[in-house]
Nanobody
Framework: QVELVESGGGEVQTGGSLRLSCVAS????????MGWYRQAPGKQREMVAD??????MYADSVKGRFTLSSDDDNRTVYLQMNNLTPEDTAVYYCRVRRAGDDYWGQGTQVTVSA
């Protein structure tokens, strides 16, 4: 079992930045996959950034603006988000895979105002 706790969401203006954090209850070195997803009102949940094997994939809409990183010492996965736009408004979820099972955090709200 893995517990994930996200934080760092909030409200910012267009062009602003936020850094989301996802603290895991287990060492992130045991995860075979980790990433961030988001769900906007009335829309399906979509992948934002996903690390698998040695590569990180990003949604086209966030390439060049968002960066996924991790810190094993603090068991934390980060999502640095720059140059935010209202289209980035959503609940952001951390997801990891360990031993074939997927685990999700509770989500953190990001709101970008025009």
């Amino acid at each position: 079992q893995v517990e994930l706790v996200e934080s760092g969401g909030g409200e910012v203006q267009t062009g602003g930045s936020l850094r989301l954090s996802c603290v895991a209850s287990r060492s992130i070195s045991t995860f075979t996959r980790m990433g961030w997803y988001r769900q906007a009102p009335g829309k399906q949940r979509e992948m934002v950034a996903d690390f698998f094997s040695t590569q990180t994939m990003y949604a086209d809409s966030v390439k060049g603006r968002f960066t996924l990183s991790s810190d094993d010492d603090n068991r934390t996965v980060y999502l640095q988000m720059n140059n935010l736009t209202p289209e980035d408004t959503a609940v952001y979820y951390c997801r990891v895979r360990r031993a074939g099972d997927d685990y999700w955090g509770q989500g953190t709200q990001v709101t970008v105002s025009a």
